[in-house]
């Protein structure tokens, strides 16, 4: 069966410092790939997302992804985080059937 | 552009009655979706409607759970009777069309929170 599974459970950081945020699949086929990001108190929000060309996606707030097909991951970076962006990430799959499965979720705390 | 309204925010029964959540999607989006996540997890999809057809319904416990979108726009899910591991909170989403939820993901609302004692 399809599955998630983000490497991390609780991530805490201190302001500027760089993040990356592991996500790994299991699927054979063509896919869509998406992260999510839960900031307290808000509901789930679209961060970025890939479905063909370009590798490298960029998302907002200065995010971005890297799909690696050989790999099947589809990992999250940002160079410099901020105190904005304490929230859960959620990374999250779908094939053609469309059917989305996400990943247990990433604790992101970052420390002013 | 409203987003995804869904109600009531919180909820607490105790195990064996029955509840009852409201979701109204993005004006136009005839794809809606009810999903639960559970403390600690990610959201799982409990089913899909495409306008007011049942698309997958595969992980919905039908024995206790039902939901229907009678006129293709808002949609109801219902707990009868409810157990304790059934707490948790339950999200609506919604997008244009199924091919639109391939390329551009998922909109969602603000949950509401169940509370099983």
């Given at each position: 069966?399809?599955?998630?599974?983000?490497?991390?459970?609780?991530?805490?950081?201190?302001?500027?410092?760089?993040?990356?945020?592991?996500c790994?699949?299991?699927?054979?086929?063509?896919?869509?790939?998406?992260?999510?990001?839960q900031?307290?108190?808000?509901?789930?929000?679209?961060?970025?997302k890939?479905?063909?060309?370009?590798?490298?996606?960029?998302?907002?707030?200065?995010?971005?992804?890297?799909?690696?097909?050989?790999?099947?991951?589809?990992?999250?970076?940002?160079?410099s985080?901020?105190?904005?962006?304490?929230?859960?990430?959620?990374?999250?799959?779908?094939?053609q059937?469309?059917?989305?499965?996400?990943?247990?979720?990433?604790?992101?705390?970052?420390?002013p | 552009?409203?987003?995804?309204?869904?109600?009531?925010?919180?909820?607490?029964?105790?195990?064996?009655?029955?509840?009852?959540f409201?979701?109204?999607?993005?004006?136009?989006?005839?794809?809606?979706?009810?999903?639960?996540?559970?403390l600690?997890?990610?959201?799982?999809?409990?089913?899909?409607?495409?306008?007011?057809?049942?698309?997958?319904?595969?992980?919905?416990?039908?024995?206790r759970?039902?939901?229907?979108?009678?006129?293709?726009?808002?949609?109801?899910?219902?707990?009868?009777p409810?157990?304790?591991?059934?707490?948790?909170?339950?999200?609506?989403?919604?997008s244009?069309?199924?091919?639109?939820?391939?390329?551009?993901?998922?909109?969602?609302?603000?949950?509401?929170?169940?509370?099983?004692?």
């Amino acid at each position: 069966a399809q599955s998630v599974s983000q490497h991390n459970h609780h991530v805490i950081l201190s302001e500027a410092a760089s993040l990356e945020l592991g996500c790994n699949y299991s699927y054979g086929g063509t896919v869509n790939l998406f992260w999510y990001v839960q900031y307290p108190g808000q509901h789930l929000q679209l961060l970025l997302k890939y479905f063909s060309g370009d590798p490298l996606v960029k998302g907002i707030k200065g995010f971005e992804a890297e799909f690696i097909k050989s790999k099947f991951s589809f990992n999250l970076r940002k160079p410099s985080v901020q105190w904005s962006d304490t929230a859960e990430y959620f990374c999250a799959v779908n094939n053609q059937g469309g059917k989305l499965i996400f990943g247990q979720g990433t604790e992101l705390s970052v420390k002013p | 552009e409203a987003g995804v309204a869904q109600s009531p925010r919180y909820k607490i029964i105790e195990k064996r009655q029955s509840v009852a959540f409201w979701c109204n999607p993005i004006s136009g989006h005839a794809t809606l979706y009810w999903y639960q996540q559970i403390l600690g997890q990610g959201p799982k999809l409990l089913i899909q409607f495409q306008n007011n057809g049942v698309v997958d319904d595969s992980q919905l416990p039908k024995d206790r759970f039902s939901a229907e979108r009678l006129k293709g726009v808002d949609s109801t899910l219902k707990i009868q009777p409810a157990k304790l591991e059934d707490s948790a909170v339950y999200l609506c989403a919604s997008s244009l069309t199924r091919q639109t939820n391939y390329n551009d993901g998922q909109f969602f609302g603000p949950g509401t929170r169940l509370t099983v004692l």
